[in-house]
């Protein structure tokens, strides 16, 4: 919706003029463009009828069910998404060729694309660790999970139900990232939603980015290679470095497999990570040094809960 009210204003529309808060529409001329979400439920997708049907990143917001729902009560239809994962998509276009028109395109296609998004793409070219990246955002085709080292996850509602913690990881040119975190170790599911992505920060904004999801007694288990970082954070929140003598990275890994992820919808640069993070040496329990700084912060999480006798037990996995 922040998208599309830019581009009202950019031809010269008071948003204000056109939007209907209440029924999140815009009436512009004779037509009206409404933004809805489904969230997997198939009865919300059996609604009113439309002329345009635009989905958005269709394969990670909804199911064959409700996009046969939509598309019944729908004339002409846009599915859009990054072909990460084969899916329901890849189903209907093979059962109904006829039906479908596939446009497509890459980031090269998109004239309003950042510099500084353009060599962030362009830098996993030509790198066999980072294949499938490239492979999906690169290329624009199909890629696959098989590679990845936390392959099990899903999108599903956070468990509130749970003790929480955040997980943090300091970056300077790369993220700081910072995820709240719960663990049913009953059941062996890590819940995850991402609370902050953004490379650049002081030490006093990212205090204030932590400050809008944090309260003082929050938890937050971070990445103790930033000693200093942490002393100054401690004036403000409850902030611990993770142990690292419960285990390597990898030992830790072999732990979280065993367990099913579950993140949130807006967890979109979690999505990414959980994609693309595989090994750089799977025999010798390398990970590749990308695509893991939401999923250090899960990890800095898991360690700081989990008994450092279970991870250490996964040692000889590795050997």
């Given at each position: 919706m922040r998208s599309w009210e830019q581009i009202l204003e950019s031809r010269g529309f008071n948003v204000a003029d056109l939007r209907n808060k209440t029924e999140n529409t815009y009436q512009v001329g004779e037509s009206v463009v409404e933004f809805f979400g489904i969230?997997?439920?198939?009865?919300?997708?059996?609604?009113?009828r439309r002329d345009v049907l635009f989905i958005n990143e269709c394969n990670r917001n909804i199911t064959g069910d409700v996009y046969k729902s939509l598309a019944d009560r729908s004339g002409l239809?846009?599915?859009?998404?990054?072909?990460?994962?084969?899916?329901w998509v890849q189903d209907l276009m093979k059962n109904f060729p006829d039906t479908f028109e596939l446009i497509h395109s890459?980031?090269?296609?998109?004239?309003?694309?950042?510099?500084?998004?353009?060599?962030?793409i362009e830098k996993y070219r030509d790198k066999p660790e980072y294949e499938n990246y490239w492979?999906?955002?690169?290329?624009?085709?199909?890629?696959?999970?098989?590679?990845?080292?936390?392959?099990?996850?899903?999108?599903?509602?956070?468990?509130?139900?749970?003790?929480?913690?955040y997980g943090l990881d300091f970056g300077f040119r790369d993220q700081d990232a910072m995820v709240k975190v719960a663990l049913d170790t009953k059941?062996?599911?890590?819940?995850?939603?991402?609370?902050?992505?953004?490379?650049?920060?002081?030490?006093?904004?990212?205090?204030?980015?932590?400050?809008?999801?944090?309260?003082a007694k929050d938890l937050i288990v971070a990445d103790c290679a930033n000693p200093r970082t942490i002393d100054e954070l401690k004036?403000?929140?409850?902030?611990?470095?993770?142990?690292?003598?419960?285990?390597?990275?990898?030992?830790?890994?072999?732990?979280?497999?065993?367990?099913?992820?579950?993140?949130?919808?807006?967890?979109r640069?979690?999505?990414?990570?959980?994609?693309?993070?595989?090994?750089?040496?799977?025999?010798?329990?390398?990970?590749?040094?990308?695509f893991n700084?939401?999923?250090?912060g899960i990890r800095y999480v898991f360690m700081h809960f989990v008994s450092a006798r279970q991870i250490s037990h996964q040692r000889w996995y590795l050997r």
């Open positions: 969230e997997g439920n198939l009865p919300r997708a059996q609604g009113t239809v846009f599915l859009d998404y990054n072909p990460w994962l084969a899916g890459t980031y090269k296609d998109n004239p309003f694309l950042s510099d500084i998004e353009r060599r962030e492979r999906v955002y690169g290329l624009g085709e199909l890629g696959s999970l098989a590679g990845a080292i936390l392959p099990n996850w899903t999108y599903g509602e956070f468990d509130t139900s749970l003790p929480v913690a059941r062996q599911i890590i819940y995850g939603d991402e609370k902050i992505f953004k490379s650049g920060n002081s030490t006093d904004q990212l205090r204030q980015l932590i400050a809008f999801h944090c309260s004036r403000y929140f409850n902030i611990k470095p993770v142990s690292k003598g419960k285990g390597s990275v990898a030992e830790t890994l072999k732990v979280m497999q065993d367990y099913r992820i579950v993140i949130t919808e807006d967890s640069n979690l999505e990414k990570e959980l994609n693309n993070y595989c090994w750089h040496d799977k025999r010798s329990g390398i990970p590749i040094d990308a700084h939401l999923i250090d």
